[in-house]
């Protein structure tokens, strides 16, 4: 009986994972009295740099493949194998250097 009890204090941690298994069993509304407005965008996304790449048509049509196949967008796989020969030349910047865990759903 004892963990059907639901903790009234808010969790004090980054963890995604944490967080999202506090919500899934408690509701905003029981903790507004503990809530503070933020003036101004909480989470700030990094810029990302848009390239263009041009293939011809037969090599367009082979990523797209490709990508069906990993259940990806052409635009995920490519970012793949450009953040994966980047980790291989030994000169990719740290920001690259994490794996791509993304399975962006194809649209």
């Not at 995604?16 to 809530?35: G, K, P, V, Y």
């Not at 965008?41 to 082979?62: G, I, N, Y």
Request: net charge positive; proline share 5%.
């Amino acid at each position: 009986m004892a963990a059907n009890i639901r903790t009234r204090q808010l969790p004090d941690t980054d963890s995604i994972q944490e967080l999202a298994r506090f919500w899934d069993t408690h509701d905003l509304t029981d903790f507004e009295s503990d809530l503070e407005e933020v003036p101004g965008p909480a989470f700030v996304r990094a810029r990302a740099t848009s390239l263009t790449v041009e293939l011809r048509p037969s090599e367009a049509q082979h990523l797209k493949t490709v990508a069906r196949s990993k259940g990806l967008t052409e635009t995920a796989v490519l970012r793949q194998w450009i953040l994966e020969r980047l980790r291989r030349s030994g000169k990719a910047p740290n920001m690259a250097l994490h794996r791509t865990r993304q399975k962006t759903a194809r649209r």
